[in-house]
């Protein structure tokens, strides 16, 4: 049977030639100061890109208080600007298309990451439980973060909008909205994070308020065509998870329906705890066959896909593309790998976050290890 993993497809107004994802993937490996983008993190996006393959980017601060981890870069300013257009020249260079991830994090933050060592802001003035993931790489417990007044909340949709614009600038195809494990977004949509009584809290009509207004305010930047959303309804990464997601997301999917949005991307919960640990939750439901007949457009699947569990997905009609993970950040030609039934390479979790070369650019490709032999 010809495979549909290997089959074209339209995505926005640009066409893949496969439907092999590069998931977005934290690193921590962005120059300091500044949480600037380097050539290292050029060389290892160029590695992974494929003639027509997406690579949506690791998740990427709007804002510096939108940092929660060291060494994440940004999208706030022209230094990063300029790191950034060195990564998307080198994607563009082997016809690949790459997306942004517009990332706030919201409570799973610490003060010493914020402007001023002010607390993290958030929908309400509820801590995680965990750890946070200070500025000099320790490990302490999440403070209790700053509920944002109502009048802060157009700053914050501008500030979306600002480093939407400064994507494009950066030579980005488009962008993705964060609104999935735990970090600002999803602390808003969901009732345990978010005990706001103004107009984006309460209901379940008022807390998806703040992602459809940022996904139109992004949107306005880069045509909704060019705009990706991101997910993670059984999730709970981050101290998240909603008591009954069914409705709230339901409701969710079908706002972000009307914008004319590219894609919508489901992080499942068998990769919950983030990339944290090894999880493989067996009996969850699968919000991509869930939800797929509320989505017209493109709908991308993530989480513990394997070779064979990808191809059956997309098969099935419940996604019309996979994003990898851990398997792309040990095979830097996987597309290629999957197609030809090779061997993949094992990862190697504790060079996932934070260092430099070692465990990043360092993994063979197919060729490389065949000439080797
Ligand atoms: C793993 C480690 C750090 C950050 C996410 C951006 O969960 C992340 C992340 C994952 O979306």
Do not use: C
Not at 78 to 101: C, M, N, R, S, Y
Not at 116 to 132: E, H, K, T, W
Not at 140 to 154: D, H, K, M, Q, Y
Not at 225 to 251: C, I, K, M, Q, W
């Amino acid at each position: 049977m010809p495979s549909k993993l290997f089959s074209p497809l339209q995505f926005g107004p640009y066409q893949l030639t496969h439907r092999v994802v590069m998931a977005p993937l934290t690193r921590m490996r962005a120059a300091q100061p500044g949480n600037v983008p380097h050539a290292l993190n050029a060389e290892y996006y160029g590695q992974r890109a494929s003639k027509g393959g997406l690579i949506i980017s690791e998740g990427s601060q709007i804002s510096p208080s939108g940092q929660g981890m060291p060494a994440t870069p940004g999208i706030h300013s022209p230094e990063q600007i300029a790191g950034w257009k060195a990564i998307t020249d080198a994607v563009h260079a082997k016809g690949g298309i790459i997306f942004l991830q517009l990332w706030h994090v919201g409570r799973i933050s610490h003060s010493s990451h914020q402007p001023a060592s002010a607390l993290p802001i958030a929908p309400s003035a509820i801590a995680a439980a965990g750890d946070a993931f200070t500025a000099s790489f320790e490990r302490v417990p999440f403070e209790t973060p700053r509920a944002l007044e109502t009048g802060e909340i157009p700053s914050l949709i501008e500030s979306y909008r600002h480093a939407a614009a400064n994507a494009k600038l950066a030579g980005f195809d488009g962008v993705e909205i964060h609104g999935a494990n735990g970090y600002l977004l999803e602390q808003f949509l969901q009732s345990r994070s978010n005990q706001r009584t103004d107009r984006y809290g309460g209901s379940i009509e008022n807390r998806t308020r703040l992602l459809i207004e940022v996904a139109q305010a992004v949107s306005e930047v880069w045509g909704a065509d060019r705009v990706g959303v991101r997910l993670s309804p059984f999730g709970v990464a981050n101290d998240s998870g909603e008591e009954d997601p069914l409705p709230l997301y339901t409701h969710a999917i079908k706002e972000l329906a009307k914008l004319g949005l590219a894609y919508l991307h489901f992080i499942e919960p068998r990769a919950s705890g983030a990339g944290q640990a090894e999880v493989d939750h067996k009996d969850v439901p699968s919000a991509a066959e869930l939800f797929r007949p509320l989505w017209p457009n493109v709908l991308i699947a993530a989480g513990n896909f394997k070779p064979d569990t990808a191809e059956g997905a997309v098969a099935s009609g419940n996604a019309d593309a996979i994003g990898f993970g851990r398997l792309f950040i040990a095979n830097p030609d996987l597309p290629k790998r999957l197609k030809k039934g090779a061997e993949l390479n094992p990862y190697y979790r504790p060079t996932f976050y934070g260092g430099g070369a070692e465990g990043y650019i360092d993994y063979p490709t197919l060729d490389a290890r065949e000439a080797a032999e």
